[in-house]
């Protein structure tokens, strides 16, 4: 795991790479790789790569980036891990052609593997990563995101050039980087905690998005293609016996948490005591010598909106015979922590379980351990959010033939009713429009809810426009593709394009590489999501039940009290926190924000803060935050050229 970052000059730019300009862009990545930086510039100065290692595979300086192949004709600065190279590396050395300089660095399996296959290559790699590629020969420039969107990779083009870099704040370190909020993302940020790929906050910078590569040629010309989609790679499990499939879940699991410890450096489990976590740890033990180490956060005192469930996380830990740290946070914890988290998240990733998720991975950190598995993915997959089921319900009576006279009536009603802002009323719209009711695992503010937050000039701007402008394109994949259209398949496909990549995952790789912890996710291994989406409905959701084939599939391998106690989240309590100092906090940052900008209501929000919406409240909170440090604060400029 490490931090990248680059330029490349089109033909006709003047713009030349530095040392110094590579190097500042590298120095704000430092958290990501303390254990060696390097660069790299072309003898043109058209392109430069930069580096800094987190040393997990092959610890030796020959395994250091960025890194060429024998010839100089390919070089590389690379992020993440490819769990296969072994296997790789072994075809290669089958195949002949090729001269290693490395005894086991999957970083060159990379580099002789597109020498072989070209941008095909990716398709052999099982992992999670963020490539970027230079062949000299064509005179080209990959840049290459994982499959689900693990690792992030953003970029920008302008002046001749493009950038890219694992974290925004390097990109903004050229003083020709524009630095203004899009405020099409922050619409959609008002709905989904996150800005969807490509977009994001930052107006000029994007993300790749996960699957997908970018060609840039000389010229300035760019080729975006998505090269995985699980749909494309899904065999329905159609009349196979529960038992089979169960078996499979299993057999596939084992198989991604076994890859995920490979290692040159202490690797352990966060344990949270729930079903993913818990089969993280039990798989992780099997054949291993010694006691894993396991973390886990709870919180100092008793909340009405979290209940701590430290016993649960111990009892998994007896049952494992694993090392088990823990450590309670306050609410001073968070209130210290808020300056730091919002440079390390670059944009605004409105989730407060980056607090408990930063705060873990320091815990593992200080305890030796460089790597972590992490249980992400596994509730999309198989149904494990009460507020599915919901949804689900919801949209099941939603396609029963209901006239649409009376669905007019209910939207009436709540109007009259004053519940214009509500979820209820959203719901209702949606399917009265014809439209799925699910829109995400996350949803912030409904459409209407939005219209009354935004200022007048945005609530122009954005007249007649919805969040749904977003999910079209996923849903037109969705229906072209999907083998079963079901509800549940596209809740499921919509939240691994959107949720997953852009909101879970992105506040797991901030928050763990802010301590310089990597951070693993079998559950999205890509083969075990493609086993997963080829699961019916049906299957995943028999006799109402939450998880039920995941759950069929793991008894015996973790007791049963932690397979069928009821499901919390990993959360805080900031809902009683917006009654004490926090709440104090976000009021003067909230007014202040308001007044010097011109992007919501500031009535409605106070109106917001007054009904001591703590969730909602921390959204706005964020956003404030992330303005404050990122676009009102000047960034010192970097000269472009020159060593």
């Known amino acids: 795991m490490c931090g990248i970052a680059g330029v490349f000059s089109f033909r006709n730019s003047s713009f030349r790479a530095s040392g110094l300009y590579l190097e500042r862009m590298s120095e704000t990545l430092a958290h990501r790789g303390p254990d060696g930086a390097g660069t790299w510039i072309s003898p043109d100065r058209h392109v430069g790569l930069g580096h800094r290692r987190l040393s997990i595979i092959d610890l030796s300086t020959a395994a250091s980036q960025p890194m060429g192949n024998e010839d100089g004709s390919l070089w590389v600065t690379f992020n993440g891990e490819i769990y296969n190279h072994a296997e790789i590396r072994s075809e290669l050395q089958q195949l002949g052609g090729h001269q290693w300089k490395t005894d086991h660095s999957d970083t060159e399996v990379i580099l002789h593997a597109f020498e072989q296959w070209g941008i095909e290559c990716i398709h052999r790699f099982r992992g999670m990563f963020a490539i970027a590629l230079w062949d000299s020969r064509r005179r080209e420039l990959w840049l290459i995101r994982d499959r689900v969107g693990i690792k992030p990779l953003y970029y920008s083009v302008h002046h001749g050039r493009i950038a890219f870099a694992s974290e925004i704040k390097a990109l903004l370190q050229d003083p020709e980087q524009e630095r203004a909020m899009d405020e099409e993302a922050f619409y959609h940020f008002l709905s989904f905690l996150t800005t969807p790929a490509p977009m994001t906050m930052f107006r000029g910078i994007r993300k790749l998005p996960a699957g997908s590569w970018l060609r840039i040629r000389e010229d300035g010309n760019i080729t975006e293609s998505r090269y995985w989609d699980v749909l494309d790679h899904t ?45 993280n740890a039990a798989l992780f033990s099997e054949g291993e010598s010694g006691p894993v180490k396991c973390f886990r956060i709870g919180y100092d005192g008793d909340y009405r909106s979290y209940r701590n469930e430290l016993h649960y996380a111990r009892q998994m830990a007896r049952f494992a015979g694993a090392e088990y740290h823990e450590r309670l946070l306050s609410q001073q914890d968070l209130l210290d922590f808020l300056p730091r988290m919002v440079h390390l998240q670059d944009e605004p990733i409105a989730d407060p379980v980056c607090v408990p998720v930063y705060y873990v991975s320091k815990l593992a950190r200080d305890n030796g351990v460089i790597v972590c598995q992490v249980g992400e993915g596994s509730d999309e997959l198989f149904c494990g959010y009460p507020s599915w089921k919901l949804r689900l319900q919801l949209q099941h009576l939603g396609n029963l033939p209901v006239p649409r006279g009376l669905k007019g009536l209910g939207l009436a009603g709540l109007r009259l009713a004053g519940r214009e802002n509500s979820l209820e009323y959203e719901w209702l719209r949606r399917n009265f429009e014809r439209l799925p009711v699910f829109w995400g695992g996350a949803e912030a503010f409904t459409e209407t809810h939005k219209g009354s937050l935004l200022s007048d000039r945005l609530r122009r701007k954005f007249a007649g426009f919805s969040s749904w402008e977003a999910l079209k394109p996923i849903r037109k994949q969705f229906e072209d593709k999907a083998w079963e259209k079901s509800p549940l398949n596209w809740m499921a496909y919509l939240d691994l394009n959107l949720r997953l990549p852009e909101l879970l995952l992105m506040r797991v790789d901030k928050m763990s590489m802010g301590v310089s912890l990597e951070a693993r996710v079998p559950f999205l291994d890509h083969k075990f999501v ?30 049963d009290e932690l397979i069928d106690r009821k499901k919390q989240g990993f959360g805080v309590p900031v809902y009683e926190w917006f009654f004490d100092r926090l709440g104090d906090f976000a009021r003067a940052e909230l007014s202040a924000f308001c007044e010097e900008t011109d992007f919501l209501d500031r009535t409605a929000v106070m109106q917001l803060l007054e009904r001591r919406d703590g969730p909602r409240a921390w959204y706005l909170l964020n956003l404030a935050l992330w303005w404050k440090q990122y676009i009102r604060t000047e960034i010192p400029a970097v000269a472009l050229v020159g060593d």
Not at 245 to 254: G, K, M, Y
Not at 530 to 558: C, D, F, N, W
Request: glycine content about 6%; proline content about 7%; hydrophobic content about 45%.
């Open 530 to 559: 493609q086993l997963a989406m080829s699961i019916p409905e049906a299957v995943k959701t028999r006799h109402g039940t939450l998880k039920y084939i995941l759950k069929k599939a793991v008894r015996g391998l973790i007791p």
């Open 235 to 279: 065999q329905p499990l159609v009349n196979v016996p529960e038992e089979e499939i169960a078996e499979r879940i299993v057999d596939e699991l084992r198989t991604a948490v076994r890859l995920r410890k490979v290692s040159d450096v202490p690797v352990g489990v966060f344990l949270s005591g729930g079903i993913d976590s818990s089969v």
